[in-house]
Nanobody, 126 residues
C-alpha cells in the first residue's frame, strides 16, 4: 500500500482544514487507517484511527470533538476534518495503514502501523 497525504496549510486559530490521504495498491479496505502528527522536537503522536468498515473510530483526547476521521473504500481515501483548530495542532500530519484488525489499544500505537505516507504540514496561527 502506498499512501499520499494532502490538504495541509496555514490557518488561523478557530479555522478548519481537511486532510486527505489516497492509497494505491490492493486491499485498502482491509487496513485500519490512522492519522498521526509530529511537532518540531516532539515524538510522533496518535491523532485518529478508523476501522476497515469505517464503523469504529478512535481519537486522541486532545482532538476529540474537533476532528473527524472518515474513509471511502470505493475511492481508497481516508480524510481528517479538522475544526476549531488551535496553535498546538501545528505539526506535520501523516496517514498510515495497519494490516491488522482494529483494536482500541493497538490502533493508537504508532509502532504497529505498516505503511506510511509522506507528511503534510499544518500550521495554525494564533
Amino acid at each position: 500500500v502506498q499512501l499520499q497525504a494532502s490538504g495541509g496549510g496555514l490557518v488561523q486559530a478557530g479555522g478548519s482544514l481537511r486532510l486527505s490521504c489516497i492509497a494505491s495498491g490492493r486491499a485498502f479496505s482491509r487496513h485500519v487507517m490512522g492519522w498521526f502528527r509530529q511537532a518540531p522536537g516532539k515524538e510522533r503522536q496518535f491523532v485518529a484511527a478508523i476501522s476497515w468498515s469505517g464503523e469504529s473510530t478512535l481519537y486522541a483526547d486532545s482532538v476529540k470533538g474537533r476532528f473527524t476521521i472518515a474513509r471511502d473504500n470505493a475511492k481508497n481515501t481516508v480524510s481528517l476534518q479538522m475544526d476549531s483548530l488551535k496553535p498546538e495542532d501545528t505539526a506535520v500530519y501523516s496517514c498510515a495503514a495497519d494490516r491488522n484488525s482494529y483494536n482500541e489499544r493497538r490502533s493508537r500505537d504508532v509502532r504497529l502501523y505498516d505503511y506510511w505516507g509522506q507528511g503534510t504540514q499544518v500550521t495554525v496561527s494564533s
